[in-house]
Nanobody
Framework: VQLQASGGGLVQAGGSLRLSCAAS????????MGWYRQAPGKERELVAS???????DYANSVRGRFTISTDKLKKTIYLQMNSVRPEDTAVYYC??????????WGQGTLVTVSS
């Protein structure tokens, strides 16, 4: 199973960015997919997750600004990031989990927010 994250880059504070994470190689559907981030010198933290079919969860720091969504096949998830702030600067990782099978991580995509 591979998770390919993309969409990171440099954005000005107040701007928007959309991250994508595409899963491949899995013959099963995941139970949960989500986005995590890790800023320099900090621990990796949950940003947003979706437990299929519809339950979503967000970190307090991004609630109301970020939105997680998925395609109909549940093979790709997106993170729409609006009103970004310098403190959103981090490497963003996608994660997928299939109960009793395993947990999978993508390679990370860097988001840099300039003030």
């Amino acid at each position: 199973v591979q998770l390919q994250a993309s969409g990171g880059g440099l954005v000005q504070a107040g701007g928007s960015l959309r991250l994508s994470c595409a899963a491949s190689g899995n013959r099963f559907s995941f139970n949960t997919m989500g986005w995590y981030r890790q800023a320099p010198g900090k621990e990796r933290e949950l940003v947003a997750s979706i437990t299929f079919p519809v339950y979503t969860d967000y970190a307090n720091s991004v609630r109301g600004r970020f939105t997680i969504s998925t395609d109909k096949l549940k093979k790709t998830i997106y993170l729409q990031m609006n009103s970004v702030r310098p403190e959103d600067t981090a490497v963003y990782y996608c994660k997928a989990e299939k109960r009793w099978v395993g947990v999978y991580w993508g390679q990370g995509t860097l988001v840099t927010v300039s003030s």
